[in-house]
Every structure is written in structure tokens, then in C-alpha cells.
């Protein structure tokens, strides 16, 4: 059974700041932690990761701006700089870890999004 709440999203304008939390419940261990985003008309798209062992990484367009973090049972996303296209529906997720292919396997357990729009 996981649960997964996000909260944080709201409209800014260009060049401001946001930071996206996400709760996490969870009867199993947790072994990789995610922020996807998912704007109109566009596929979800993956925007930070923790893996199993602690290493972040980030798609392209967010590096440098957005920095995620976490403790024991939230995942946070703390995003500067703004941009209209981070215009999304963002969200969280949770996923085990493959040792076999040493990555994360796929994501599949999805809250209710949080929206944040990005106005220039």
C-alpha cells in the first residue's frame, strides 16, 4: 500500500520560487524517490531523482534551478529561478531498486499532483 501527497504548487511569476512536498506512506521500504511533472498536452516527464543510494539526478532543463532533498518520510523539491515552461502538474513517486540493473525500476504509484503555474 503506498500513499503519496503533494502539496506546495501554486502561481508565480517568472523567476520566482515554490518548494513542492510530498508525503510519503509506505509498507515496504522505499528504495528510490522521484519528482515527475506532467504539463498540457505533453507526456510526464521525470525531474529529479534519489536512487538507493543517495545519488540525485536531474532532467536537463531543471539543472542548476531546482534541488530535491528528503528525510524519512517526505520528498521535497525546492525550485528557483521559474520558468513559464515549468508550468506542470508535478508529482511524486516511490520505486524499488534493481541491484540487478543498479537503477531504479519503474515508477508506478502516483499521488494527486500539485499544480504550479509559472506566469512571465
Known amino acids: 500500500q503506498v500513499q503519496l501527497v503533494e502539496s506546495g504548487g501554486g502561481s508565480v511569476q517568472a523567476g520566482g520560487s515554490l518548494r513542492l512536498s510530498c508525503a510519503v506512506s509506505?509498507?515496504?521500504?522505499?528504495?528510490?524517490m522521484a519528482w515527475f511533472r506532467q504539463a498540457p498536452g505533453k507526456e510526464r516527464e521525470g525531474v529529479a531523482e534519489f536512487d538507493l543510494y543517495g545519488k540525485t539526478t536531474y532532467a536537463d532543463s531543471v539543472k542548476g534551478r531546482f534541488t530535491v532533498s528528503k528525510d524519512k518520510n517526505n520528498l521535497y523539491l525546492q525550485m528557483n529561478h521559474l520558468k513559464p515552461e515549468d508550468t506542470a502538474m508535478y508529482y511524486c513517486?516511490?520505486?524499488?531498486?534493481?541491484?540487478?540493473?543498479?537503477?531504479?525500476?519503474?515508477?508506478?504509484?502516483w499521488g494527486q499532483g500539485t499544480q504550479v503555474t509559472v506566469s512571465s
Open positions: 513517486s516511490v520505486a524499488p531498486f534493481s541491484f540487478y540493473y543498479s537503477a531504479c525500476e519503474d515508477y508506478r504509484h
Open positions: 509506505i509498507y515496504s521500504s522505499v528504495n528510490c
